[in-house]
Nanobody, 121 residues
């Protein structure tokens, strides 16, 4: 089995920063794409940022220039550094990883349980 665990959420004032972390554990052979999604109350889950196995990053327009995504392949971790936070960034943040297990050897997506980020105005 593979488990993803997020950490780092919390309450912050507008203009502040938070760093989210997501760690994968279990019978992992390799991890390809990693990403962060968020879901605000009454809204659909949306992609915030993603990073490929080769390190190419993408961001949704609303966070570009404020958020950065990075990964540590040795630790099977992905990070989301969030700066200049706005109240509209308030949501539950989820990490997702495309994991190839040791056995059986096929790739599938795994999700974390989510971490709450609340930005007060």
């Amino acid at each position: 089995q593979v488990q993803l665990v997020e950490s780092g959420g919390g309450l912050v004032q507008a203009g502040g920063s938070l760093r989210l972390s997501c760690a994968a554990s279990g019978s992992i052979f390799s991890i390809n794409a990693m990403g962060w999604y968020r879901q605000a109350p009454g809204k659909q889950r949306e992609l915030v940022a993603a990073i490929t196995g080769g390190g190419t990053t993408t961001f949704t327009d609303s966070v570009r220039g404020r958020f950065t995504i990075s990964r540590d392949n040795a630790k099977n971790m992905v990070y989301l550094q969030m700066n200049s936070l706005k109240p509209e960034d308030t949501a539950v943040y989820y990490c997702k990883m495309a994991v190839e297990r040791i056995w059986p050897r096929y790739e599938r997506d795994y999700w974390g349980q989510g971490t709450q980020v609340t930005v007060s105005s």
